[in-house]
């Protein structure tokens, strides 16, 4: 799309327990596009973003919104309505990825190695027996929200209430002990892969948006022929996902060098500290230049 004369509104805020990280993105990107040289606009999304849109006569949406109400297809829907082109993922990879147990689902479908993993719902309550260590996670929470390492039945039972805070399901995955990857997509290319090293016990949301919480290796402590592999499972993710200009997938390595796909993230951070930014900088993509291909990807 030429870019020339239209207004981009970038929307970030929402109403989501990510609004803060998704200010800091909506006025990173603000900030880009206006070095740029573009006609650019803030806008604090809330339920009169519709009636924002029409005010500041938006030509061209950047989405930078983080977690539900924004990044699970709703406000994607609601631009395909009103006709106004808009940057990233569409409504389905947005909603499917958003959603890590039809995440789960379509994985094993597409035969993209996950782990072993089954789902909690509030009302019933039913579970499955499984070994411990393992992973309770809302089914769509963003951000390591509502996410817990559990080791046994008092903390099983203690991470599911937490979670249930957050949705009225929960994923409940197998564990898996390793080096934690993520592979960052690019209109179908796979950039660098990089390897998080979290402070704490696991990458939780202290860790991805505080300065120094966290290390980003590029490229990571693993073989050449892991790393390729990386890339070429983020590639697959993006293409089955329906992905449009970009996502992010997060995957962990094993001792075995096993490679197990995560979760996928179709509106990945673009903070001081988010990983996208730091995969397009190992290309030497200024941060300027990144935003503009998404952009162009329209």
């Known amino acids: 799309m030429k870019l020339q004369n239209k207004k981009i509104g970038v929307l970030c805020g929402?109403?989501?327990s990510e609004r803060e990280i998704s200010l800091k993105s909506g006025k990173a990107v603000y900030d880009a596009i206006k070095k740029l040289g573009?006609?650019?606009?803030?806008?604090?999304?809330?339920?009169n973003v519709a009636q924002k849109l029409i005010?500041?006569?938006i030509d061209v949406a950047y989405v930078t919104l983080h977690g539900p109400m924004g990044e699970d297809g709703t406000i994607q829907g609601m631009l395909e309505?009103?006709?106004?082109?808009y940057t990233g993922c569409g409504v389905f990879s947005s909603s499917a990825s958003m959603d890590k147990i039809i995440s789960k689902k379509l994985f094993e479908y597409a035969n993209i190695p996950t782990p072993k993993w089954f789902e909690v719902n509030k009302k019933t309550k039913q579970t499955e027996s499984f070994l411990y260590p393992a992973v309770v996670k809302p089914a769509?929470?963003?951000?390591?929200?509502?996410v817990s390492i559990v080791k046994n039945k008092k903390e099983y039972d203690k991470a599911l209430n937490l979670a249930f805070k957050y949705d009225a399901r929960v994923?409940?995955?197998k564990y898996v002990k390793g080096t934690e990857i993520t592979v960052s997509v690019l209109n179908g290319k796979a950039l660098p892969v990089i390897e998080i090293i979290p402070d704490g016990k696991f990458y939780d949301f202290k860790s991805k948006y505080t300065v120094g919480k966290s290390k980003h290796l590029i490229p990571p402590r693993l073989h050449k022929n892991i790393i390729l592999q990386a890339q070429k499972t983020g590639e697959k993710v993006y293409s089955e996902f329906l992905c449009k200009g970009i996502c992010r997938v997060d995957m962990i390595v094993d001792k075995n060098n096993k490679m197990w796909v995560l979760e996928?993230?179709?509106l990945p951070g673009m903070t001081e500290t988010s990983l996208f930014p730091d995969a397009a900088r190992a290309t030497g993509m200024i941060f300027e230049k990144l935003v503009l291909e998404i952009l162009k990807a329209v």
């Not at 769509?140 to 509502?146: F, H, K, L, P, W």
């Open 14 to 16: 929402g109403t989501s």
């Open 38 to 47: 573009f006609n650019v606009t803030l806008i604090d999304v809330d339920k």
């Open 55 to 57: 005010k500041k006569k």
């Open 81 to 85: 309505i009103m006709q106004i082109p």
């Open 140 to 146: 769509t929470q963003g951000s390591a929200i509502g």
């Open 171 to 173: 994923l409940v995955e």
């Open 264 to 266: 996928t993230n179709t």
